[in-house]
């Protein structure tokens, strides 16, 4: 019984595709996270739920959007996609707040 | 802002050898701080977390870390590294509410047979 799920885990594609990426947490946790992680392993948050409500947004570019349909799945969708995207993102959640933080596996995103 | 270093990139220690990985952190308070490991190809891994209270904390895989205010710094131990030891090791740290994680860039840990 996976806790935090991606899919895919491997995802190849040209630049200007539009892809998704989707993860479900079967935790019951309030908040859900997606992290880049770039060519030199540095992570970085990019986004959080919290019930529904986005509550972190750091400066990611705007054809990155979180969608998440309900408290167990938060979504990534890239328009456009550029050479740079190219990273491993993660998923994350965590329940409360005084609580860690439980990872997916991982997409490693290449773009051609 | 909140910020997190670990001064090493990469430590190579010999099987049965002990291990500290250093990481400091800058904050404007205490905040939450928490280890994770991340093996070739995988996720990452909760070894250990500080909240309150006692500053030695154990952790899994007979990982500890103490939390030294003073030094700003909150370094991982183990007495005797394995050989599947081996992997990414990521300090974090988080304000109260625990939202904005920040990592740090990582120490990548070799064991020499």
């Known amino acids: 019984d996976t806790a935090v799920s991606q899919t895919p885990k491997y995802l190849v594609t040209q630049m200007g595709n539009d892809k998704s990426i989707k993860c479900e947490q079967n935790l019951g946790h309030d908040t859900m996270y997606w992290y880049k992680q770039d060519s030199k392993k540095f992570l970085k948050i990019m986004f959080s739920?919290?019930?529904?409500?986005?509550?972190i947004n750091e400066t990611v570019p705007n054809r990155f959007s979180p969608k998440s349909p309900d408290k167990a799945h938060l979504n990534l969708h890239i328009n456009s996609l550029e050479l740079g995207d190219s990273a491993v993102y993660f998923c994350?959640?965590?329940?409360?707040?005084?609580?860690?933080?439980?990872f997916g596996p991982g997409t490693r995103l290449t773009v051609l | 802002a909140q910020s997190v270093t670990q001064p090493d990139i990469h430590i190579t220690v010999s099987e049965g050898a002990s291990l500290e990985l250093r990481c400091n952190y800058s904050?404007?308070?205490?905040?939450?701080l928490f280890w994770y490991v991340q093996s070739p190809g995988q996720g990452l891994q909760l070894l250990l977390k500080?909240?309150?209270?006692?500053?030695l904390v154990q952790g899994i895989k007979g990982f500890e870390a103490e939390f030294k205010r003073s030094q700003s710094s909150f370094n991982l131990r183990k007495p005797s590294v394995h050989w599947s030891d081996a992997a990414e090791y990521f300090c974090?740290?988080?304000?109260?509410?625990?939202?904005?994680?920040?990592f740090g860039a990582g120490t990548r840990l070799t064991v020499k047979p």
């Open positions: 500080y909240f309150s209270g006692d500053t």
């Open positions: 904050y404007g308070a205490t905040p939450y």
């Open positions: 739920y919290n019930n529904k409500e986005l509550i």
């Open positions: 994350a959640s965590r329940a409360g707040n005084y609580n860690e933080q439980f």
């Open positions: 974090a740290v988080a304000p109260y509410n625990n939202n904005d994680m920040r």
